[in-house]
């Protein structure tokens, strides 16, 4: 039922945005009778039409506040019922694109375009949300309501954008379900490293995406991406909540099943025109994915590809990535060379990751005791708590040197 | 009632000095720890803080609220991180942060959280 109720929501918020414009409100009224339906359907059982269901209840709670608001619009409101409506509303398969777009709006914040897509055609309620990223449920509840405010504020209407704005916008959203997923799939704050509902809901909402734009390459790149990275879920953690590097990660446990399908995503979109850096990240993710043993990984494949990726999107993350595959082929001295020109970039300076890759490729180098310094730097500059054990506990491992180091990652 | 137990110290340079069986042992701790309150119905929050030298403070100078680099007190004295239990009384406060204190040696502060209602 809650799939079933989660489908819905984007598809009724369509149907009463377009009879009524007011987006802010009408979100307000589907999300009502979300909650409603979550109480009466187990009690009742789901209604024949579940989607008429849910418009005809959200549309009385609509009028209910209008009629609470003032006399004309209570006419108004009043027309809007008598109005011809078809019985079962068809939702077409733009309006949720269309909602995306809006909901990915680039004039509103980050947080803001991930509560407000989970919310609106992620069909979660406040408090799922909420909880998803652990802040309390009125800080979430505000946070939305602003976002619906800074949408109506803008004017933007329920139109689809075209052209060049199109490709921007679908940037956006593209963007906006990565972050979400990112949330889930490495948890930035709290002590699980990974919070699998959103991970499932991007995944979800990825999907949603590629059935309404199947010839966007990079659209199919993302799910691609999404579903290559978390077949790796089950082995990326401890049981305590230590990270297990990709080299030391128990490769039975990877879902076979999200492997092939991402790997199939991936090789259809490859040749179907430019690469973009969704797509040019599946390729590398599926490179990983197919080695049978870390041994295995065709790491001047993964080279070539972050050099195509350097093109695409220069930066230094990039340039951190292409630093370790340049170290798996080249050894680990050609990586930390690389890695030196990352030194003067104003945007690693504050990057924990930058000197744990060092501490990582001096350990390969045979440097033991100027790794254990860079780990135990990166394990200063990391914001999260399992992170800081590892890279203590690698430095650790360096101080004992019959401990033996751990494979290479 | 609510307390909030503090660590405080430099966790980074305490465990430079520490084995990897002992890094070991303190992860499982903590975890249990965390595992033990939630289960018992008193776990509010828990967190770590990213280490002092990440940290920036505010203060009022000159008739202006500035940021500067660095954390308030001395790292050694700088909070690492805390639990906020939801408890009985303050013996029981009292009796977690012993447990916890038992194993790491390091200091732990209880202080009540003044949600308390007003009297009057």
């Known amino acids: 039922m809650e799939g079933l109720l989660r489908e819905l929501v984007p598809q009724a918020l369509a149907v009463l945005v377009r009879r009524h414009g007011q987006f802010d409100a009408c979100e307000d009224a589907v999300q009502e009778a979300l909650l409603a339906a979550g109480v009466q359907w187990p009690r009742d059982g789901i209604p024949v039409s579940p989607l008429s269901w849910l418009v005809a209840v959200a549309s009385r709670r609509l009028i209910d506040e209008w009629r609470s608001e003032s006399a004309r619009r209570l006419r108004e409101s009043t027309a809007a019922a008598l109005a011809p409506a078809t019985p079962t509303p068809v939702p077409d398969q733009d309006d949720t694109l269309m909602l995306l777009f809006l909901c990915c709006h680039p004039w509103l914040s980050a947080p803001s375009q991930l509560a407000l897509t989970l919310r609106a055609v992620g069909g979660l309620t406040t408090a799922e949300i909420a909880s998803a990223f652990l802040v309390p449920e009125a800080t979430m509840a505000q946070r939305i309501s602003r976002a619906k405010q800074r949408i109506k504020s803008t004017g933007t209407s329920f139109d689809m954008p075209l052209g060049s704005e199109r490709v921007e916008r679908l940037g956006v959203v593209l963007q906006v379900l990565y972050l979400i997923f990112n949330e889930g799939y490495t948890a930035s704050s709290g002590p699980q490293l990974q919070r699998t509902d959103l991970t499932s809901e991007a995944i979800r909402l990825a999907r949603l995406l590629h059935r309404l734009v199947p010839a966007e390459g990079e659209v199919a790149g993302l799910l691609a991406l999404m579903l290559l990275t978390d077949a790796r879920r089950a082995a990326r953690t401890h049981p305590d909540g230590t990270p297990v590097q990709l080299a030391e990660q128990r490769r039975e446990l990877w879902d076979a099943g999200q492997i092939q399908e991402g790997t199939t995503l991936i090789d259809r979109t490859l040749g179907s025109g430019p690469l973009g850096p969704y797509q040019v990240q599946a390729a590398i993710a599926a490179v990983h994915d197919e080695a049978p043993e870390a041994d295995a990984t065709d790491w001047p494949q993964i080279l070539a590809l972050y050099e195509v990726l350097e093109i695409a999107t220069p930066g230094p993350v990039v340039t951190l990535n292409r630093a370790v595959a340049l170290a798996m082929v080249h050894g680990p001295r050609a990586g930390l060379a690389l890695l030196g020109t990352l030194d003067a970039d104003e945007r690693m300076a504050r990057n924990h990751r930058l000197e744990s890759v060092r501490g990582h490729l001096l350990e390969l180098a045979g440097d033991a005791e100027a790794a254990r310094h860079y780990y135990q730097r990166a394990a200063r500059m990391t914001a999260s708590v399992p992170e800081q054990r590892y890279l203590s506990l690698r430095a650790a491992r360096l101080a004992e040197p019959d401990e033996g180091a751990p494979p290479p990652s | ?120």
């Open chain 2, 1 to 120: 009632m609510k307390y909030i137990l503090m660590m405080f110290g430099d966790q980074a340079s305490m465990m430079e000095t520490r084995s990897v069986e002992w890094i070991k042992e303190m992860i499982e701790f903590m975890g249990t720890v965390n595992d033990d309150l939630t289960n018992a119905g008193e776990l509010v929050s828990a967190e770590g803080l990213a280490d002092a030298s990440q940290a920036k403070t505010v203060r009022y100078d000159g008739g202006i609220a500035v940021p500067s680099d660095g954390p308030f007190a001395e790292s050694k004295e700088s909070l690492a991180g805390y639990w906020i239990v939801d408890v009985e009384s303050e013996k029981r406060a009292l009796e977690i942060a012993t447990h916890i204190v038992d194993f790491t040696h390091g200091p732990l502060e209880v202080r009540q959280i003044a949600d308390a209602p007003p009297e009057y």
